[in-house]
T-cell receptor, first 112, second 113 residues
Framework: DVKVTQSSRYLVKRTGEKVFLECVQDMDHENMFWYRQDPGLGLRLIYFSYDVKMKEKGDIPEGYSVSREKKERFSLILESASTNQTSMYLC???????????FGSGTRLTVV | GESVGLHLPTLSVQEGDNSIINCAYSNSASDYFIWYKQESGKGPQFIIDIRSNMDKRQGQRVTVLLNKTVKHLSLQIAATQPGDSAVYFCAENSGGSNYKLTFGKGTLLTVNP
């Protein structure tokens, strides 16, 4: 069964900590995405990557960075976590151009 | 439909009824559309997709209708079951070199037993 795996379902971190959210896909997809999802705001794109070592900013990149050293892995980094980064984080992948996404199960991050 | 303010549109149906969830998409150049289902605490799951050269596509208990004239997409669920309770949202892709999807904010479907 093909899948996108996010390393943690729930995380609690302290303000100012550096936080790593990991995502791995086993479908050999070229494209990978990080979204955050908040009530009433829908899915907002943070960063995406269309190839290894390539990355592009989404709609809300501030306070985040990403790393894609291998095709199957896309990491989201919160450089210095803040309470307004408490959210559900969703990773997704897709192949080539114009395809649908496969999502991971999400990581619910709470910053205290 | 799309959300208004901070509240998702909601649809409440009785078990066994048919459900229709609507979505107005934004880009007349979009050529690929997807419906996703998201249960509480989980990631979105693919339900059904349709390309712009079609106006109807059927799956198991689900049908997607596309009206390009008015930029409207609908998801019909036949014989709705309690397990169908979830947030449903549409996504569109404008094709070409754009591989990003644009998502609607979703509709909350509640199925009453």
């Amino acid at each position: 069964d093909v899948k996108v795996t996010q390393s943690s379902r729930y995380l609690v971190k302290r303000t100012g900590e550096k936080v790593f959210l990991e995502c791995v896909q086993d479908m050999d997809h070229e494209n990978m995405f990080w979204y955050r999802q908040d009530p009433g705001l829908g899915l907002r794109l943070i960063y995406f990557s269309y190839d290894v070592k390539m990355k592009e900013k989404g709609d809300i990149p501030e306070g985040y960075s990403v790393s894609r050293e291998k095709k199957e892995r896309f990491s989201l980094i919160l450089e210095s976590a803040s309470t307004n980064q408490t959210s559900m984080y969703l990773c997704a992948s897709s192949r080539g151009q114009g395809g649908g996404y496969t999502f991971g199960s999400g990581t619910r991050l709470t910053v205290v | 439909g799309e959300s208004v303010g901070l509240h998702l549109p909601t649809l409440s149906v009785q078990e066994g009824d048919n459900s229709i969830i609507n979505c107005a998409y934004s880009n007349s150049a979009s050529d690929y559309f997807i419906w996703y289902k998201q249960e509480s605490g989980k990631g979105p799951q693919f339900i059904i997709d349709i390309r712009s050269n079609m106006d109807k596509r059927q799956g198991q208990r689900v049908t997607v209708l596309l009206n390009k004239t008015v930029k409207h997409l609908s998801l019909q669920i036949a014989a709705t079951q309690p397990g169908d309770s979830a947030v449903y949202f549409c996504a569109e892709n404008s094709g070409g070199s754009n591989y990003k999807l644009t998502f609607g904010k979703g509709t909350l479907l509640t199925v009453n037993p």
